[in-house]
């Protein structure tokens, strides 16, 4: 059986992608931006963490 990992799983087109690799055999997971998801192979990305890790490059010195 293959892994498949898909980026936002918890949308309207991300449910419906998990439901069809799902029926073909597939064992799927999400990686999702939301905390309140709690499903097995569900994965939380805080988005916002790392983003403000990224600094703007000064390239005007």
């Known amino acids: ?3 498949i990992l ?3 799983g918890t949308g309207l087109v991300g449910t419906e992608i998990r439901k ?3 029926a073909r055999g597939y064992n799927t997971g ?3 931006g939301r905390k309140d998801i709690q499903e097995e192979n569900s ?3 805080n988005y916002e963490k790392e983003l403000s890790m ?3 490059l000064n ?3």
Do not use: E, H, Q
């Open 1 to 3: 059986m293959k892994n």
């Open 59 to 61: 390239l005007l010195m």
């Open 6 to 8: 898909i980026t936002g």
């Open 20 to 22: 069809l690799l799902g």
């Open 30 to 32: 999400i990686l999702t």
């Open 43 to 45: 994965f939380y990305w």
């Open 54 to 56: 990224i600094r703007p």
